[in-house]
Structure formats: C-alpha cells, structure tokens
C-alpha cells in the first residue's frame, strides 16, 4: 500500500485558469542552476523586481526561506540534494497552480532531478535558466567564503570541489555570467519570456 492511498483529490471551483485571467498573466517556473557563485540569487533577485514592477504576480524561492524551514532537515548528501529538489519541484507547482512566476534559485545539480520537476508541470511551465559561470570564475567570487572553507576540507561535498555539477544539456536560457552583466542576464530572460508571450 502506498502512502496516498485512501486520499481523495477534492477539486477546487476556482481553477488555474481564473486564477491567471484574474491576474491578467500566464504563470511558470523559472528555474535557475548552476554553481554556487554563478549569480543565480544575484540575478533572480533582479529579475523579480523588474517583473514585480510591471504588474506581474511573483514569488522567489530560495536556501533563506527553504533550507532554514521547510528543508532545513536537509543535509548536502546527494540523497538529500534530491529530496531538497524534489519538494522544491512540489511547492513550485503549487504555485505556479496558485498564478504565480516562480523563481527557485537552488544549485540543482542532478540532471534527474530537474527533468523530475520538468515533468511535474506542462511543457510551457518549465524555463530552465542555466546560470553559466567556470569554478574558476565562481571561486574568485567566493561571495560566501564557501569555496575556502572547501579547499581547506572544512566543508565537505561542496559542488564543484568534491561533489559534482551536471550542466543542463538543453536548459530554455543559458546566461553567462562572465560575460553579461547582472542587467543584461535579466534582460535576457526578460526577451525570452515576452517572446514567448509569457507576459
Ligand atoms: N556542500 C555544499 N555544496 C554546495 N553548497 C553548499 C554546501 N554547503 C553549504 N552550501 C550552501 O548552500 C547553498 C546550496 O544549497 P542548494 O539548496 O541550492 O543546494 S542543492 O540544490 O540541494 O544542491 C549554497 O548557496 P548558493 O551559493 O546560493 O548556491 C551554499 O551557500
Ligand atoms: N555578471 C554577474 N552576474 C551575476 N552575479 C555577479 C556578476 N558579477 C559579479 N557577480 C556577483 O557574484 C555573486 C554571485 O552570488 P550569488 O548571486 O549569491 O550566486 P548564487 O546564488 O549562484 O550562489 C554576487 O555577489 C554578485 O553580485
């Protein structure tokens, strides 16, 4: 026996539909991976702001209001990078069910585990955003004093050191962040999601 089994899904009246017809937009995940220090918080920071300011329903998602609650059982195992994933995937469907442009900046560094969260939504709900920066490049940076604290074997399973990354094959958006400005990354999305009649 599963655990679901004997839950019975009770449909709301209001549906997505109203729910973005009210809101006058469309909805979707916005999902930004890639290494610590490649700019994912930076960017997705701004970007929020921007879309915010155009009259567009948002909710960002990141370590401060996951990985200090909802996660904060969650370790840096790879077992534990899934689960963190994994419920970050559930609680972005939610939203994204509730009308709003959902930003989650998490490393993310399994390729099954994002595909799992492409899977969860319809196709035009999931923008990967490959937030592209060399170790090199996110080291220099070192905005949290992570990446030293790694060298000198006091963090371990640190992405990029000792735990690996995998780059997305086919992500909707690839930044790089050694090239483009912060303005010019959100810029980029910007484009994107007006090309695409997202907003
Ligand atoms: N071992 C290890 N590896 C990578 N990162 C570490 C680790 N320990 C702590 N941190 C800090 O936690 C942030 C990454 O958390 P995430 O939830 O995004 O990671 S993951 O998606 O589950 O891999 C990451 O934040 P960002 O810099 O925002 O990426 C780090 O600040
Ligand atoms: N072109 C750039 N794009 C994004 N961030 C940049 C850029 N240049 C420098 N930075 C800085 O690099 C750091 C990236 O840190 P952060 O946004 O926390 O990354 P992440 O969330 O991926 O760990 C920030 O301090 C940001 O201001």
Redesign the pocket.
């Known amino acids: 026996m599963t655990k679901s089994t004997n839950i019975v899904w009770h449909e709301s009246e209001v549906t997505k539909e109203d729910r973005r017809n009210l809101n006058g937009h469309k909805s979707a995940i916005l999902w930004?991976t890639?290494?610590?220090?490649?700019?994912?918080?930076?960017?997705?920071?701004k970007l929020e702001t921007a879309l915010h300011k155009k009259g567009i329903h948002t909710y960002r998602l990141?370590?401060d209001n996951v990985r200090h609650g909802l996660n904060k059982n969650l370790g840096f195992s790879s077992e534990d990078r899934t689960e963190n994933i994994r419920r970050i995937g559930e609680v972005s469907k939610l939203m994204v069910d509730a009308g709003l442009f959902t930003l989650t900046?998490f490393?993310s560094p399994y390729h099954k585990d994002r595909d799992q969260v492409r899977e969860l939504v319809e196709t035009d709900e999931f923008i990967e955003i490959y937030?592209k920066?060399s170790l090199e490049a996110?080291e220099k940076?070192d905005?949290?004093g992570l990446y030293k604290k790694a060298r000198l074997g006091e963090i371990k399973n640190f992405t990029g050191i000792d735990a690996p990354y995998e780059a997305p094959r086919e992500p909707e958006i690839t930044?790089d962040?050694?090239?483009?400005?912060?303005e010019?990354?959100v810029e980029v999305i910007l484009t994107y999601l007006k090309d695409k009649k997202y907003i």
Do not use: Q, W
């Open positions: 930004f890639g290494l610590s220090g490649s700019g994912k918080s930076a960017i997705s920071v990141d370590g900046a490393i937030v920066a996110c940076r905005p949290k930044l962040t050694t090239k483009l400005s912060i010019e990354s």
